[in-house]
């Protein structure tokens, strides 16, 4: 999983850089046993254009979210994990089902 930190409104530019990063990582680092990687924008501002018409859209490795400014406690972060996975999960089903039919 990579992590970028923005303290600016994102950009799609940081979203290109992301998807680097990525492609990089498979290709430089990444094993055949590994997960897929995971690349995560965390924003101090989300713009819904550049997630609505970027490479975001339908690429289920790459996701952009605005942060807190505080630290979520033991439980939130926990469960949110799990909200996550759980969507990420759905989506791989339904992206199977879609290349069935």
């Known amino acids: 999983m990579l992590i970028d930190l923005k303290t600016k409104k994102i950009t799609h530019q940081d979203v290109g850089q992301m998807d680097m990063y990525v492609r990089m990582y498979d290709e430089l680092k990444k094993s055949k046993e590994?997960?897929?990687?995971?690349?995560?924008?965390?924003?101090?501002?989300?713009?819904?254009?550049?997630?609505k018409y970027s490479i975001l859209k339908?690429?289920?490795?790459?996701?952009?979210?605005?942060?807190?400014?505080?630290?979520?406690t033991e439980e939130e972060l926990k469960a949110e994990i799990e909200s996550q996975k759980a969507i990420f999960e759905l989506q791989q089903q339904e992206k199977k089902q879609?290349?069935?039919e």
């Open 34 to 51: 590994d997960n897929p990687t995971i690349g995560i924008l965390l924003c101090s501002e989300t713009d819904a254009d550049i997630a």
């Open 98 to 100: 879609n290349d069935q």
């Open 58 to 72: 339908g690429n289920e490795q790459l996701f952009a979210s605005k942060y807190k400014l505080y630290l979520p």
